[in-house]
């Protein structure tokens, strides 16, 4: 079974860990329920688009968000429509699975005739293997770039797939590689006349929701891929059978740890945004302050400008060490040396804050003395100020 034949790289291995953070960052993210739901709605938008993408139907992720919210677009095609609501439907199947069992055939053909239900060129073969030869052709290009096995080969390909998928050995091997082999594996048997895509994804995406990796379904799983189709295609089908499928696995871990980033990035700047409305609103309701003197001087500090004080602008303030820096210091008095990475591992604060910020703060107490930095550009490590580590503040 080539399909499943891979080494576990350094690049690989390092990007498991880094979705292993990514997950848990995501997993402790605060966040209001209506930007929950308003997320959950933009995931299934982009993932719709994206593996709809995938298939040869491009349709842009605002006129699909159009059709889920059933609003009238009148410019893309009945069976656009259809697809759409399809996948919609086909996204529900997965979430409403039942999780004590491993997803079987008989799933995989019910996935696929959701997809294809309704099509009037696809309802006759849906949710059925495929009796003709096919070929996997690049959208975008328009050329043939794979051609799967006859139909002949397709039930005992099926049986490999899924009895390895059953086998009690799986458990041992990390959830996004085997998501990642499963979407591969299907694919280069494209066990359907149509809808090959969209039913491998479907597989991929119930392993890793059945492993924790939903991301409180947030997640988007296809943008990555569909940004470079054919990148994707060539990543997907430049492996000869007797190779190691290990640059397929580098290449999709990629992708998942991409969208996570992504996804990050935008929450961090929600909360950051909230944060300072916050911070706003306080202090437009609070009486004005004279200034407030720091022993520690900040970038920072809250002050009023020359201005007239009742219509002075303030700004907010650090008079003292913040839970973050204080934790940072206490590592410094267990370690030498330290880098940010061991902050962003060992440190339980990243369910909260960004690298970036975890960034600021090390910077902050460098500026003011607590923290000395050397090394250059990724070597870059910190060490406590020899003089500050009997003096420091308490607070």
């Not at 159009?66 to 609003?71: D, F, I, P, R």
């Not at 995989?108 to 030869?133: D, F, M, V, Y």
């Not at 066990?191 to 995406?205: H, I, R």
């Amino acid at each position: 079974m080539h399909h499943s034949n891979f080494i576990f790289s350094h690049r690989l291995v390092n990007t498991l860990c880094e979705l292993e953070g990514c997950k848990t960052i995501i997993d402790r993210l605060n966040v209001s329920k209506a930007w929950d739901e308003r997320e959950r709605f933009s995931a299934i938008s982009r993932n719709i688009a994206d593996v709809l993408k995938l298939e040869g139907i491009n349709i842009p992720l605002e006129k699909v968000k159009s059709v889920l919210e059933g609003s009238s677009v009148d410019i893309i095609s009945g069976e656009s429509k259809q697809s759409i609501l399809n996948l919609r439907q086909a996204l529900e199947y997965v979430d409403n699975f039942i999780k004590d069992r491993m997803i079987d055939e008989k799933d995989l053909l019910e996935l696929n005739h959701i997809c294809l239900n309704g099509l009037p060129k696809a309802e006759w073969h849906s949710g059925k293997h495929r009796t003709i030869q096919t070929w996997v052709v690049d959208s975008i290009r328009e050329e043939i770039v794979f051609t799967p096995p006859s139909p002949e080969e397709i039930p005992d390909k099926m049986r490999s797939l899924f009895a390895w998928l059953q086998d009690e050995t799986i458990a041992e091997i990390h959830s996004v590689v085997v998501a990642g082999i499963a979407r591969r594996w299907l694919i280069h048997i494209s066990p359907f006349v149509s809808g090959n895509e969209s039913t491998a994804f479907l597989l991929s995406l119930f392993i890793l929701r059945g492993a924790g990796y939903d991301c409180r379904k947030w997640g988007r799983f296809s943008d990555y891929y569909a940004d470079n189709i054919s990148l994707y295609y060539q990543k997907l089908f430049s492996i000869t059978e007797e190779r190691f499928i290990t640059e397929w696995l580098e290449y999709y871990t990629d992708g998942i740890r991409d969208s996570f980033n992504r996804f990050i990035q935008e929450a961090q700047s929600e909360i950051d945004t909230a944060s300072e409305t916050i911070i706003r609103t306080e202090t437009e309701i609070s009486p004005v302050q004279t200034r407030v003197e720091s022993s520690i001087p900040a970038p920072d500090s809250l002050e009023i400008e020359d201005a007239d004080a009742s219509q002075a602008a303030i700004k907010p303030i650090q008079t003292s060490l913040n839970e973050r820096q204080r934790l940072i210091l206490k590592m410094g008095e267990q370690y030498n040396t330290f880098h940010r990475r061991d902050i962003i591992a060992e440190l339980e604060i990243t369910g909260r804050y960004s690298p970036k910020t975890i960034s600021r703060d090390l910077k902050w107490l460098v500026d003011n003395g607590y923290l000395e930095q050397g090394g250059a550009r990724k070597g870059i490590f910190y060490s406590l100020k020899k003089n500050r580590i009997q003096s420091r503040p308490s607070s």
